[in-house]
T-cell receptor, first 112, second 117 residues
């Protein structure tokens, strides 16, 4: 079972920041938070991951609360191409053999 | 980022035939790969873990004799759907983890859409 809770859907205006929340209240100390997205009829795309500190890359920023029980993915300037289902996943991440368990994710719709 | 390919991207077959789907990691090696299945309007469901040089590990409820997995090399895993039936029609996706210092990252293939008539 997925260990995260996300809103079913969200809307965002093009050009504005999209803030996608995720609750993971049972996360353990050495589990990472991963974010993926899936555009319709494509394989999931890796976005970002983090353990404790906030992270930023060319796609997004990840803000993790100090108690690590929740996080927020931020797309700073959403475009129409960011419309997708966004998945927040927690997992151990050492060695490559740990599977990803997908929940239902958040369907983000970016409107013109 | 790392690239994972799948072949074919779509396939249509008759009921009772077998279909093979290939998953390749193009610029890195993967001792483990994962196979997922996704039905319309649903999330990805893990089917099995493919292990190079050993038997695959199947999730509960997935028939190992129906979904044959072979991890022939460090860059190739294949999923064969044997005696396919219409209920096997789905979107099949593979992933491979790339391990760097710290946490590994899993990269996904583009998926294979299987339609069984």
């Amino acid at each position: 079972d997925a260990k995260t809770t996300q809103p079913t859907s969200m809307d965002c205006a093009e050009g504005r920041a999209a803030n996608l929340p995720c609750n993971h209240s049972t996360i353990s100390g050495n589990e990472y938070v991963y974010w993926y997205r899936q555009i319709h009829s494509q394989g999931p795309q890796y976005i970002i991951h983090g353990l404790k500190n906030n992270e930023t890359n060319e796609m997004a920023s990840l803000i993790i609360t100090e108690d690590r029980k929740s996080s927020t993915l931020i797309l700073p300037h959403a475009t129409l191409r960011d419309t997708a289902v966004y998945y927040c996943i927690v997992r151990f991440a050492q060695g490559g053999s740990e599977k990803l368990v997908f929940g239902k994710g958040t369907k983000l719709t970016v409107n013109p | 980022g790392a690239v994972v390919s799948q072949h074919p991207s779509w396939v249509i077959c008759k009921s009772g035939t077998s279909v093979k789907i290939e998953c390749r990691s193009l610029d890195f090696q993967a001792t483990t790969m994962f196979w997922y299945r996704q039905f319309p309007k649903q999330s990805l469901m893990l089917m099995a873990t493919s292990n190079e040089g050993s038997k695959a590990t199947y999730e509960q409820g997935v028939e190992k004799d129906k979904f044959l997995i072979n991890h022939a090399s460090l860059t190739l895993s294949t999923l064969t759907v044997t005696s396919a039936h219409p209920e096997d029609s789905s979107f099949y996706i593979c992933s491979a983890p790339r391990v760097v210092t710290g946490a590994d990252t899993q990269y996904f293939g583009p998926g294979t859409r299987l339609t069984v008539l």
